[in-house]
């Protein structure tokens, strides 16, 4: 099946700096790479995601970028602020059943603890 | 709209214990997926639906049980349980959509967690 790799699984910033975290993954069929913020004892939410067919899509201060043919999506978040304090996932799709469809899965990196120091 | 809705919040249990994790969902999605989230290592998922009445395995079944028998619900069963899954339970859902078509991922919707301890 799919293998996500996550890194860094810590990541400390000053307020203000930027933070990138960054995934590998396995299947170049993937098509769909979305990103999570988990705040502690709370539920993974998702952040931002993007499909293969863009190289890069921003949402005010976050951005993921895509290299397909390395294999890697990052996550990058600018101007940070202790409330980005957090573990952030990536993931990605499985290879697909016969037929093309995933049905939906997704195999998650082992996420990374982002502190924002004011 | 409440989204994604586990129950319960937290649970402890004794080894060998039974119980079932109820997850409810309320915004028509087919796709339905349990996931236990240990440190280190992520979100793995359990088991999964793809509609009502059909489930099936994924990364880490062993030990769980699961039924869909409602397109709104998706149960998780431990039967007899052991310390090794004590853990942080979450479901997620998410719709079947088609992009030209291809089948199209979907965001997955998490519900709040159920923190199950096992001693």
């Known amino acids: 099946g799919e293998n996500v790799e996550q890194h860094p699984s810590t990541l400390s910033v000053q307020e203000g700096d930027s933070a990138v975290i960054k995934c590998t993954y396995s299947d170049s069929a993937s098509n769909y790479f979305p990103w999570y913020k988990q705040e502690l004892g709370k539920r993974p939410q998702l952040i931002i995601d993007i499909r293969s067919n863009v190289g890069e899509k921003k949402d005010q201060r976050i951005a993921v970028t895509l290299n397909k043919t390395a294999k890697h999506f990052s996550l990058h978040i600018t101007e940070t602020q202790p409330e980005d304090s957090a573990v952030y996932f990536c993931a990605a799709p499985p290879i697909p059943h016969p037929g093309g469809t995933s049905y939906g899965k997704l195999t998650f990196g082992q996420g990374t603890i982002l502190t924002v120091h004011p | 709209n409440a989204g994604v809705t586990q129950t319960p919040k937290f649970r402890v249990l004794k080894t060998g214990q039974s119980m079932t994790l109820l997850c409810a969902q309320d915004?028509?999605?087919?796709?339905m997926y349990w996931y236990r989230q240990d440190p280190g290592m992520g979100l793995r998922l359990i088991h999964y639906?793809?509609?009502?009445?059909?489930?099936a395995k994924g990364e880490v079944p062993d030990g769980y049980n699961v039924s869909r028998l409602k397109k709104q619900n998706f149960l998780l069963g431990l039967e007899s349980a052991a310390p090794s899954q004590t853990s942080v339970y979450f479901c997620?859902?998410?719709?079947?959509?088609?992009?030209?078509?291809?089948?199209?991922?979907?965001?997955?919707?998490f519900g709040d967690g159920t923190r199950l301890s096992i001693l």
């Open positions: 915004m028509n999605h087919e796709y």
């Open positions: 639906s793809v509609g009502e009445g059909t489930t």
């Open positions: 997620a859902s998410s719709s079947k959509r088609w992009d030209r078509a291809r089948p199209s991922n979907q965001p997955q919707h």
